[in-house]
């Protein structure tokens, strides 16, 4: 087998549970997200992700957003490279671009910016290639600072508002103290930079130097449901992120545990992470 055949192939899957009354023309709610490097093409990826899942999901999950039945699981495959995969999962260790105070842990987790042309790369550099056309920094607070500096401008204070005007019902965030290696998950039915100001005043998560935040799913208003309907959907995301956080060994600091509700939603978490989980402990035996 010649050289360029030893080269893995990269994928970049996406898992969404779609309901065209609620998504329209989105691609619909997040339930799993990850990479592959496999010595294979798409349609053993496509095996890879069913096999991924349990039986009952696996054999019905499709690879394009649900036409007919307008509603169900699908998976996104879409090529990828070192490039990205490394992105995903690698650690960095490199000076904030503002403080210079020195970073370490999962790149993806540290607030970025682009700041230029990566010059020279090519397919299959290393990650640390990305700090040429990326500036890292320690806290959100000196991303911030750097935009501020960048624009001239003072900063604009987030208002409580609904997002795309009230189309969408709400969020589920995860909140990262990284001094800590602690999670914390929550849900908001207002645009996600509000409820992040509402955390940094409060500080019960922590130093701000030490926080990033990023949003795990958007949840779009179901117009079939009603107002309990659509927070019990909202509430069980928040749930089902929970669980999958905890199921998958990271550390949770949400005190409250709370349940998935929607049924739906409690079989594809069975189908979903539970088997995960029984194939990693299987891995171990």
């Known amino acids: 087998m010649s050289q360029e055949q030893l080269q893995p192939n990269y994928y970049w899957i996406r898992v969404f549970d779609y309901k065209f009354e609620r998504d329209q023309s989105d691609k619909g709610v997040m339930l799993d997200e990850f990479y592959t490097k496999e010595l294979t093409d ?6 890879l992700v ?3 899942y349990c039986k009952s999901t696996g054999e019905k999950i499709g690879f394009a957003k ?6 169900g699981m699908y998976a996104i495959i879409m090529e990828s490279d070192l490039f990205f995969y490394n992105r995903f999962y690698a650690t960095i260790n490199t000076p904030c671009f503002v403080c210079l105070g020195n970073i370490v842990g999962k790149a993806s987790t540290f607030p970025k910016a682009y700041i230029g042309p990566r010059m020279g790369y090519q397919p299959g550099d290393d ?10 920094f320690c806290s959100s607070e000196c991303q911030q600072n750097y935009y501020r500096i960048k624009s001239n401008k003072e900063g604009e204070f987030q208002f409580r508002e609904e997002g795309d ?19 914390y998950i929550g849900k908001s039915r207002y645009i996600p930079a509000f409820r992040w100001q509402e955390h940094i005043k409060s500080g019960l998560r922590g130093d701000i130097s030490d926080l990033s ?23 069980s995301m928040e749930a089902w992120w929970i669980n999958k956080y905890e199921m998958e060994n990271f550390k949770v600091m949400n005190i409250a545990k709370p349940k998935i509700t929607v049924e739906d939603l409690r079989e594809k978490f069975n189908d979903i992470v539970v088997k995960q989980e029984q194939l990693s402990l ?4």
Do not use: C, W
Request: a positive charge; zero cysteines.
């Open 165 to 183: 005007q009230g189309a969408v019902y709400g969020y589920v965030y995860l909140i990262y103290n990284r001094s800590e290696n602690m999670h």
């Open 42 to 47: 798409r349609e053993s990826v496509k095996q």
């Open 282 to 285: 299987g891995e171990m035996i």
């Open 66 to 71: 649900p036409k007919k039945e307008k509603r």
């Open 213 to 235: 935040f990023s949003v795990l799913g958007t949840i779009r208003r179901d117009p079939t449901l009603n107002e309990e309907g659509n927070m019990g959907y909202l509430s």
């Open 50 to 52: 069913k096999d991924r």
């Open 127 to 136: 990650v640390f290639m990305d700090l040429t056309i990326t500036a890292y």
